[in-house]
């Protein structure tokens, strides 16, 4: 094996590996070869597939030693938000696959139960490990055919509410389990507060640590090597009063820190604590995001993800295009809002780069929150900040925002406070998959009375609402917009705010309107055209608001028309189920008006490219076609 992470012509070893077991007849100068060769071909993986490269580099040593010491699949490991799992899904059994990364049909870039027995907890959001660990070692208690639970966390994760939650029962439970604390000092971005600063302390001063370990009586948990050191800490420290680390103060032993890539210190440590743990285990590793791959480990975020690159150079192969990312212009609509009204302050929860919030903040730095990992915070502190009179931009993944969904409704929306929510990656987002699709923030957002919800159908609409959004102060309010590159449309100069409720007219036409909510109004169009071809032209309208609904727009597309289709980019329970609840209500299906609201079916669908995904969701151009026709009666030959 040469020294060269890219030279993908050697590994012997990894080819013998089928499965973990095959780990526990190597030598430990084997397993460090073994690891060099994982390295390797997770970076050639990548380069191939594109997706998340830091975070696994940065266990591929701590992979190996999991897995040459416990027994997976009867021990669980559980890897918390997933990311970092690429190398453990090389070791089992999954390398032959390892290429299809993130593509239809292929590996999830998650742990997912359904993929492998060794993936048994699924994963994307993050801070569920240790809750799950705590399930599966309290499961065993009750006699469940499992072995230990090993949660990995990264030290980003460690910042999510939950993680604490979970410390804070298993520590009081009291059971043998394992917690590893993979710290690499880095979030996305750059972690911030108090529990990242602890952590740095705690390895800057870790002589100070070990004598800390001694005096709460973890010597015995390690290795022989490292027990002297530790018991001559322990008389140093006769007589001194000690606090120990927050973790030792929630229950658990602390052990560490220890150099993560070092498997010199992993395997011994990890031998001794699987042959002598009683109680739960906090084993602190330090790691390098991206190690062993230069352009990873230079990259400002450890390379924590790509595009398909160029495995000599890095360089990542992007698809070129001229449109702006909706992002980006939420990110100038909003800096340009905020010259013009200092109270706008921006909220991201550990998504700088992705929410755009870091170009607002590189703007303005002190109007700019990032609280880390914390949906549910970011919410509550968003009202906090709405109360006090500011005007806050809480800028969430679609997603992520499902975590703070009771501080939406106690917190923000019963004291009508005026939040506005920024809700990126609206919609199916594509190789991330069903863990991060966009799908239900249209119905959880639109069923709470008070709350005002917008969609942009493209990017302009974006600008404007945004500029919506500054100027509403009657409560809150939310925008949605997908993942990605916009539509290339015609930008304004500047916002205009947009008459609350009201929708526009984008086409006239007969016998059918199709409204759309979002950026589905481009394949409607597109079906527009196909069906203007058969002689048919369907009236085309954009709602723009879910809530409140246009109902002057609507009373007006049922009386004209034979037929109403809604469309959207969510879920069932959103903008089509209110307008049917408001036709409902109306009487208007007493006289056999034809509705159809076209949703994301009930079902998660699979990682795949967006446009796949609408595909399957029976969401694209010629699905819409279809659907008109169909309402119609008009036959059509199937489609090969
Ligand atoms: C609830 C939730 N919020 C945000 C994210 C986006 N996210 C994915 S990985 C990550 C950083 C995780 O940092 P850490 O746990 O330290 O792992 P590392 O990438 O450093 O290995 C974030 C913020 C997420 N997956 N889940
Ligand atoms: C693992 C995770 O949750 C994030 O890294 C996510 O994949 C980011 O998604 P975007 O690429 O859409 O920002
Ligand atoms: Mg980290």
New binding site residues.
């Given amino acids: 094996m040469s020294d060269n992470p890219n030279d993908q012509t050697a590994t012997p070893l990894l080819d013998k590996v089928r499965l973990p077991s095959d780990l526990k007849g190597l030598s430990d100068a084997e397993l460090k070869t073994l690891a060099n060769e994982l390295r390797a071909e997770t970076i050639s993986a990548v380069s191939q597939t594109g997706g998340?490269l830091g975070a696994g580099l940065g266990v591929v040593e701590l992979t190996v030693a999991l897995h040459a010491v416990f027994d997976a699949p009867r021990d669980k490991i559980v890897w918390d938000?997933g990311?970092q799992c690429y190398p453990h899904k090389i070791l089992t059994g999954r390398r032959d696959r390892i290429r299809t990364l993130r593509t239809k049909g292929g590996l999830s870039g998650f742990t997912k139960r359904s993929e492998s027995p060794y993936d048994p907890f699924g994963a994307?959001?993050?801070s569920t490990s240790i809750s799950a660990a705590t399930g599966f070692t309290m499961g065993r208690e009750l006699g469940a055919e499992t072995g230990d639970a090993i949660a990995v966390i990264g030290d980003g994760a460690m910042s999510g509410g939950m993680a604490f939650e979970a410390m804070n029962h298993a520590g009081h439970l009291g059971k043998r389990m394992f917690v590893v604390l993979n710290d690499n000092e880095m979030s996305?971005a750059p972690p911030v507060g108090a529990l990242s600063s602890y952590l740095t302390r705690l390895y800057s001063e870790a002589p100070l640590q070990d004598l800390k370990s001694a005096a709460k009586g973890a010597v015995g948990l390690l290795p022989v090597p490292f027990q002297l050191g530790a018991r001559r800490a322990k008389e140093m420290l006769k007589g001194i009063a000690m606090g120990g680390t927050l973790f030792e103060e929630l229950g658990f032993s602390y052990v560490g820190p220890v150099d993560g890539h070092d498997l010199d210190q992993l395997l011994p440590l990890l031998r001794t604590l699987k042959a002598r743990a009683t109680g739960p285990v906090l084993i602190h590793t330090l790691t390098k995001k991206g190690k062993g791959y230069a352009p990873a480990e230079s990259r400002p975020d450890g390379g924590?993800?790509t595009a398909k690159f160029d495995l000599n150079t890095g360089e990542q192969k992007k698809s070129p295009s001229n449109a702006p990312s909706y992002t980006k212009v939420f990110a100038e609509s909003l800096i340009k809002e905020a010259a013009k009204d200092e109270k706008i302050v921006g909220i991201t929860a550990a998504?700088p780069d992705?929410t755009g919030l870091k170009q607002f903040a590189g703007v303005y730095p002190r109007r700019c929150f990032d609280v880390g990992i914390a949906e549910q915070h970011a919410v509550t502190f968003s009202a906090g900040l709405a109360a006090s009179g500011m005007k806050p931009f809480c800028a969430i993944?679609s997603t992520f925002l499902q975590r703070g969904y009771d501080q939406i409704v106690h917190d923000i929306a019963i004291q009508r406070l005026p939040v506005r929510f920024a809700i990126d990656?609206a919609g199916l987002?594509g190789a991330?998959g069903a863990t991060?699709a966009g799908s239900f923030d249209v119905g959880f957002m639109s069923s709470l009375p008070g709350m005002v919800v917008m969609a942009a159908a493209d990017e302009a609409e974006l600008v404007h609402m945004v500029a919506t959004a500054a100027a509403y102060d009657d409560g809150p309010i939310a925008f949605r917009y997908p993942?990605g590159e916009g539509m290339g449309v015609d930008m304004p100069e500047e916002g205009v705010p947009l008459k609350i409720g009201k929708g526009r007219m984008i086409a006239e036409g007969a016998r059918v309107a199709i409204l759309s909510y979002g950026t589905r109004l481009a394949e409607v169009l597109k079906a527009r055209e196909a069906l203007q071809a058969r002689g048919l032209a369907p009236t085309i309208a954009d709602a723009r608001f879910a809530k409140p609904l246009d109902t002057d727009l609507i009373d007006r597309l049922v009386a004209e028309h034979e037929a109403l289709i809604c469309i959207e980019e969510g879920a069932v329970g959103g903008f089509g189920s209110h307008v049917a609840q408001y036709l409902s209500d109306q009487g208007v299906f007493d006289h056999g008006f034809k509705f159809r609201s076209m949703v994301l079916p009930d079902t998660f669908i699979d990682h795949a490219s967006p446009e796949d995904m609408y595909h399957s969701a029976g969401m694209d151009a010629p699905q819409i076609e279809a659907k008109v026709l169909e309402l119609l009666g008009v036959a059509v030959a199937k489609r090969a």
């Fill in positions: 998340h938000v990311h994307g959001h993050s996305i924590h993800a998504m992705g993944y990656r987002v991330d991060h993942r």
